[in-house]
């Protein structure tokens, strides 16, 4: 018999699962059909294994220059099988404890893939959701009064670029590797590209990355950029931008070579594999969106701001509606979906506050807008900018690359982006987006104490050196 729900959730991933455990704290009967596990993307495919595997090469790269701290070693090498088993140890922990968090809020998990049937007498609004048991057995049928679709997204290749998993890898492949190549091509700058780029240097892979636009991570300001642009050269990795791939020209025959137009000339790259990391696409086939009024705009489901999509008992969030591809959005915005259905008038999500991290070695993490958005939206700025290279505690760690750089409003005094790149940042940037909710100065980011010493004296600093005050400069 077909079961009743105030709200089913098609997807178990970040945006997924945290929407349930909202909506079953609002006393909402909710159900979640997932095909493959829960956590998604995120925990299975994401944030938690690459992270884990950065943090393997972050340990064998600093043991390596472990004499620069006082510390002998010898015979340093990196047994990959068993970064992998570390990795996968801590995505079992965290799978368990989702497994567990579904149980504690009563949620029910149907494994399976989930459609959306329509409207039927049985469900007028919004319509009947079909699951195409894991295991075989027949269809459940779930009857739903809302529904949230939270399909995530896979990754993107180009035309001609087929993934292969053998020689032509996207970073699904790649986590799964068993051993280490020699040497990598990496088609794209992006954050997931430099991640991996900063991760395989760090174990001692050769890397080239091949970029389209003139800079690695474009999104971020352009002194970011730059300065990871250096200290990714002074890793040993190659960086080739302006350069188009031609997928056409790939041959595979023990390795793989690809050509690239660059700066108008024909270059031709050589390596063990290539991976490729050109984005992400959303998963709306198969979910049965042709049953609905549901809008796809370039490639991505339309929602307004509560991310009811045009039925309006059908909520869309995270991967599958584009923007922010990130898991803290993700999460975000189930939250805000959940709270609107269950009648709270939550608030609309300002994705300006979202704070954006890239987790290679050095890391980088940012909020708000880059100099030259500030610049191009019409405001005066003035910076601040300080380095790490005087920062005690940068020093004691022995990372003392990178800087906090801050655009504010000249006339106004309004933080109008942080820009950071260095030791920890990622842990850093949410002092950052707290004094932009709340509309801090920077005077008052200067006048809140940073303990001596931290990391964060260099957010003080920053603060300090809007206004040409900085300290120790
Ligand atoms: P997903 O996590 O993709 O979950 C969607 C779920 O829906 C999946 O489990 C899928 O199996 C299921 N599903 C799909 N179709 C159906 C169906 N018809 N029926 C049932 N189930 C279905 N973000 C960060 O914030 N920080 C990071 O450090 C970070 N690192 C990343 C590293 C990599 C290599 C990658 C690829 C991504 C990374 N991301 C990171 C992005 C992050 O993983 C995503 O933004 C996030 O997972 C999106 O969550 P979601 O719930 O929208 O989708």
Redesign the pocket.
Known sequence: MAQEYDLVI?????????AAIRASQLGLKTA????????????????????ALLRSAEVYATTKHSKDFGVITSDVSVDFRLVQDRKNKIIDQLHKGVQHLMKQGKIDV?E????ILGPSIFSPMPGTIS?EMNNGEENEMLLPKNVIV??????RTLPGLEIDGEYVM???E??QLESLPSSIIIVGGG??GI??ASMLSDFGVQVTVIEYADRIIPTEDKEISKEMQRLMKKKGIKLVTSAKVLPETIVKDNGVAISAEVKGALKEFKAEKLLV?VG?QA?IE???LENTEIQVVKGFIETNEFFQTKESHIYA?????GG????????H??IVAVEHIAGKDPTPFDYHLVS????SNPEVSSVGITEDQAIEKGHQVKIGKFSFRAIGKALVFGESDGFVKIVADEQTNDILGVHMIGPHV?DMITEAGLAMVLDATPWEIAHTIHPHPTLSEAIGEAALAVDGKAIHS
């Open positions: 098609l997807g178990g991933g970040t945006g997924g699962y945290v979640i059909v997932e095909k493959g596990k829960l956590g998604g993307t995120c925990l299975h495919k994401g944030c938690i294994p690459s992270k149907y399976g893939l989930g459609r699951v939270a399909t995530g997204s896979r990754p996207s970073s699904d790649a986590l954050v997931i991640e991996w990391s992400r998963n198969g979910i049965g969030i995270g991967d599958v509606i922010l591809q990130l898991a803290h959005v993700a999460s915005e189930g954006r991290c890239i987790y990622t």
